[in-house]
Every structure is written in C-alpha cells, then in structure tokens.
C-alpha cells in the first residue's frame, strides 16, 4: 500500500467536553491509576539465533449508519510504530489523505438483544481545530477525511462513543458501561491459532495450540487492517503488561468500538504521562477487528471467527468475535510463552497478600471456583485476580484491572467487587431491567459469562504497585460437583505436582435438558486455554520455586458435599472463606501438624477441625451419611479413574 502524509486537527476527548442529554448519564469523571516510574522493558529474545521483527460483514454492534464511507490510503499497520500523538491521552486525531478507489461494504445495524434501545443519549462531541501539522498531503487529485484516531481516549471518551455509536449499550446512573458482544459471548479457543514461525520448536502443540501457516495469517491480517481502515473511529490503547520494570511488555490495541478501548484501558497498565510520551515502539499489538468476519476460504480458518497469534511479528488479530477477553487473554498468552523464556513462570492465579504480616497467597481455579471471590478478601490486600508471574524476587500482577463474573453478583456476598460498579467499569452481556433500569445479576438469558471488568484500583485494598514477595500458601480450588473431595487438604509436593497438572474442576451442563450427571474438566495448569509451552515446563517451574521457597500448597474443594450435584449441597462460601482464614492465620498447619486423618484413594491429609467449620463437613465421609456409604465409594472410585486416565499423557 502507498504511502501518505497528513495535516490534522486535534480535539479534545476530555470529560469536560462532554454533554449529556439525559439525567441518567452523569458527568463522567476520568479513573486514572499511577503507575511506577519509567525504567527497561522486557525485550523478546532470540530464537534459534534469530530476532524477530516488529510487527464485509458488519457484526451485530458497533456498526452505525452513516450517510458517506471515508477511506483510508494509509494501512492501520502505520500505528504499530512510535505513537503519533505523544502528548495528551485526551486528543483525538483527524487524518486527511487520499481517497481509495474502493467501495464501502454495507453497514447493518441490529437490534438490541433486550429489544429496546439504550438508555442514554448525548449530543456530539465539540471538535476544535487546533491545526496541527505532522507533515504535508501526499500529492493526489481527490482528498477526503478519513477516520478520526482517539488515541489512549478518557474514561469520558469511551463511555460516551459507547453510548451514542454502539447499539444496546446502556450507561447505568452509577456511570458503569454496560456493553454486548454480540453472538460470541465468551472465548472460542477451537478458533484460536499459532503461527509457525521461528518459534514453532518451543509451542505444545495439539488441540490447544493449532498451527497456521504466516500466508495464512498475512491474508487474515490484510482483512482486518482492510476492515479498520474504513472505519470512522479507530481507538488506540497503550499500556503495559505486567508490573514487574524489569519484565513488562508494552502492548498496543487498534480497535473500531469505544467499549473495547475502555475494556482495555482497564484490563492493561495505564502508562503516567511521562511514560506514554515516550513509549515509543510497541512490544507487542493487537488488531481488533472483531466486527468483521473470518473468511473460511483461507487455508486453516475453520469458521467465521478467528483469533491468531505471531509471536515473530509480535502481533494478534481478532476475526468474527468481539468478546472483549480474546483480548486480555491474548497478552496473557504472551506473557506465558515469553515469561519462562526469560526464567520467570507466569501463572493463571489471584494473589493477595496480608496486611500486616505481609503474606502472599496464590489462588489456582478454573471458572467457578470461587478464585476472584475468595482472593476479593476484605482483611488482606489485592495484588491481582487472575494472571500473575514468579520472579526470583516474588510475584508480580500482568494487569491493570480485573474481569469478574457478574453472573449471581450481590452486594451482599461479594461487597467489595460490587463496589466497582462505577463510572469507567464495564458489565459485559448483563440484563437490565427495561422498567426499572437496574442489572438483573441473576438473570442469565445471554449468556452464563456475564462479566464485570475494572480498574484494579476500584478495589478499596488492592495493593498498588501490584507486587508482592514470594508465596507463603498457594491453594488450589477446585469445584467438585462429585461430592467426594474433602473441603481442604494439605499437599505434599508430589501431590501438588499432581494436582497443578491436572487441573481438575466439574461442571454440570444441560441442566435446562434434565441432564444432571457432574461432567469432569481438567485443564492443566489451571489455565490449558492459555498455555504455549508443554505443561511440564510449568510444572517443573513452580516445582523447583516451591523446594526454594517453602511454600504450603493446599487443595480447596468449594464445590459439593453429601452427595453430588442434585443429592448433596454447595459447600457455603462462608465455609471456604473461614477455610481460607484459618489457612492464612496458621491456625490449620498447626492443627494437622497435631492431629489429623487420612482420606482414602487420594491420600490427602485432612484436618479434623477447623474453626468455625462443622467437623462433619470436613470429611466426605461423614458429610455423605453411613447409609449412603457405598455410593460414595463408587463415586470416588470413579473420579480417580479419570485423574488417573487424564495424568497418562504426564507420566
């Protein structure tokens, strides 16, 4: 593609350029979070003695109609490089440049999926022309304006573009977004692809990690740098990932919806001002074209979405889905092949650490285990709710912000998280009421994902700068609907090993059908979706951290208990947290230094009391009934036959 240069004109994105038309949508502050003074980032290191280079379906939202399509001459691909603007986050950039002889694909623009239109509406935005000059006009006979660039946009910005451009999206009173993904409610890993590059020797590949070809993946990018160069707006986030100056990453997302660029305002670390002026080239970036579809014709792609990851030319694009975690589990994929590179284990895991005693806890658990919950503590202080790394040093959080589930939230269970229900937080796929205009938590009629995402300093005791020193407890939480674990145990470290490896939770799924069998998922390391090494290199990292650090590893069962899913009972999160508590407080190593009982099959050493916890509850055994003991055995039989069928591609 040609080259072009440009004039432009800036305008202020700030929240005091901001009109509402309605009472419901109150004046929008802008959430900031101070980040640590400027120093080195992490650079990519050779592979095999090379070093890698830097790098027409409108989907259900986001697509407005517009009476002219404006066109691009210069490819999206120019902002991978230094920033253009490096001043205020606040500007916005209008480019003019030449006009392609292209012709716009058609917009569609759908209904909300409630059926009524959002809530809020405001007036447009004032533009100033400040008139700027970057450079001069490449020579042509036809200029046009083309997209407007809202680069590192306000709070401000964002929830009004979101409101006034994006179809459904409503701004409650608090000021909190709430935004639609549209079809893709949640990650579609079979849609997830690695590029087999340089560094294709070190991928675990298999179901987790396809491979795609780089022609592939050039004619992928090509359409979603052909989609965002006809866009109207084009958002520009930077920021950095991972808290740690020595092993962040500077990671930049090109995207076309508001509720995207301030989904990952959150989710990365907000550069200060001085940092962002001279943040120069990016380490890594993402192109969003979610809004477009993959194109199953290319060599690879098997449906209309796609997510692909170069790790040679540092680059992510998003095809046909505009779930917002593709992104933040994107960068959590490169910092967990990039990370024990460079000697540092990346983790999928909350941390929090104690107030005064200084503590660190890991919380390992797949979705529904209660990890975000439990780490949420109100007694001790948040480091991060779910991607961490282990230095030489202690742990660091990779994000800015967190992305809870919102399914069931109350502020009654879970205060602290509610709490972040505020101007700059965005609920993803929520209901809300069409009269009332309140978010029905329980209500589950898009999607069982409903998520909540946030500043991580809109927790009252998160611990800024996200870092801590190394684990005293790590705990890993599984939810078994079968009913047989026992709510704690300690593990010795081969029985940690095991059980990191496996990554065990249960479901139960087609509920809605009359099917209530528990339904066993593993997913090793707590985190298989995201892995890009072999699991034993996970392993064996956190194997070697625990025999130099002395930390306790514990298996947390918050699922059932006398019987399984539709006999027995959920074990109370009041339960787990004074589980969690006694863990914390030392109480529960000194009571099974003292006295405690083997539980069968597993071998796992289990307390016999703990306080505030019925003695009952603390063995399956027990909480099962005499009468029934034969049905527990057969059901704890059955669970170790699949542990052990699933560790067969370990041993």
């Known amino acids: 593609m040609l080259s072009a240069t440009f004039r432009c004109a800036i305008a202020p994105g700030s929240a005091a350029g901001l009109r509402t038309g309605v009472a ?33 379906h409108a989907g259900p939202l986001g697509c407005m109609d517009h009476p002219q399509r404006r066109h691009m001459r210069t490819s999206i691909q120019s902002l991978a490089v230094p920033p253009l603007l490096p001043g205020p986050r606040t500007s916005c950039v209008r480019l003019r440049h030449s006009l392609l ?30 008139g700027r000059r970057l450079s001069t006009f490449s020579p042509s006979s036809f200029r046009r304006r083309g997209p407007e660039l809202f680069h590192n946009p306000t709070v401000a910005t964002c929830t009004d573009h979101a409101a006034r451009f994006e179809p459904g ?3 409650l009173p608090s000021g909190a977004t709430v935004a639609y993904s549209g079809a893709k409610t949640g990650r579609s890993p079979a849609d997830k692809r690695i590029i087999e590059d340089a560094h294709a020797k070190n991928v675990w590949w298999g179901p987790v990690n396809m491979k795609l070809s780089m022609e592939s993946f050039e004619a992928s990018r090509k359409r979603a740098l052909d989609f965002l160069d006809k866009r109207d707006k084009i958002y520009i986030v930077d920021g950095y990932a991972g808290w740690d100056l020595r092993h962040r990453l500077k990671i930049r997302v090109i995207c076309s919806r508001a509720y995207h660029a301030l989904f990952m305002s959150n989710m990365l670390i907000k550069p200060t001002a001085q940092e962002l002026a001279s943040f120069g080239e990016p380490d890594f970036t993402i192109y969003n074209a979610g809004q477009r579809l993959a194109d199953p014709s290319v060599d690879g792609i098997t449906s209309t979405a796609s997510v692909q990851i170069s790790f040679e030319r540092k680059e992510m694009v998003i095809l046909g889905t505009e779930y917002a975690g593709e992104m933040k589990k994107g960068v959590f994929t490169v910092m967990h092949y990039l990370m024990p ?30 990890k975000t919950t439990l780490s949420a503590d109100s007694h001790r202080r948040l480091i991060g709710d779910d991607e961490h790394c282990w230095t030489d040093t202690g742990v660091f959080n990779i994000e800015g912000g967190c992305y809870a589930k919102a399914i069931n939230l109350s502020s009654e269970k879970e205060p602290e998280i509610f709490s972040t229900i505020r101007t700059g937080a965005v609920l993803e796929n929520v209901v809300v009421n069409q009269v009332t205009g309140k978010v029905d938590f329980d209500d589950a009629t898009y999607t069982e994902n409903t998520r909540l995402c946030y500043p991580i300093n809109y927790i009252p005791n998160a611990k800024i700068p996200c870092v801590g020193g190394h684990p005293k407890n790590i705990i890993l939480l599984t939810c078994d609907a079968f009913g047989v674990l026992p709510p704690v145990s300690r593990l010795t470290t ?71 899913f539709g006999v027995g009972k959920r074990i109370a999160l009041d339960t787990s947290r004074r589980i969690v508590d006694a863990i914390h407080s030392g109480t529960l190593t000194k009571q099974l230094d003292v006295d405690s009982t083997l539980f069968p099959t597993f071998d796992l050493q289990i307390p016999l009391h703990v306080p505030g916890v019925p003695d009952s509850v603390l063995d399956p055994r027990s909480a099962w009934g005499h009468s029934n003991r034969a049905a527990f055995e057969a059901q704890l039989e059955k669970l170790k036959l699949m542990f052990d069928k699933n560790y067969e591609k370990f041993a």
Request: charged share 10%; with cysteine; aromatic share 8%.
């Open 341 to 370: 590179l460079n000697n540092v284990l990346s983790l999928h895991a909350s941390a929090n650490e104690g107030i005064h005693e200084k503590d660190v806890s890991l919380f390992f658990g797949l979705s529904g285990t209660g």
């Open 169 to 171: 999206t409503i701004i």
């Open 24 to 56: 419901l949508l109150p004046r929008v502050s802008t959430a900031t979070t101070t980040s640590s003074s400027s120093s080195t980032t992490t650079t990519w290191p050779s592979v095999g003695g090379m070093h890698p280079s830097p790098g027409q």
């Open 101 to 130: 002889n292209q012709h716009p694909a058609p917009r569609h623009t759908l209904p909300h999926p409630s059926g009524f239109a959002r809530l809020t509406l405001t007036p447009p935005l004032p533009t100033v022309s400040h």
């Open 494 to 564: 081969e029985q940690a090993m095991y059980h990191f490896l496996s990554g065990y939770t249960a479901k139960v799924s087609g509920t809605e059908q009359g099917v209530t069998e528990p339904e066993a998922t593993f997913s090793a390391c707590f985190g298989q979706p995201f892995l890009v090494w072999h699991p034993t290199k996970y392993a064996a990292m956190l194997s070697e951290n625990l025999e130099r650090h002395g930390s306790t590893v514990w298996l947390v069962n918050t699922g059932w208990t006398g019987g399984k």
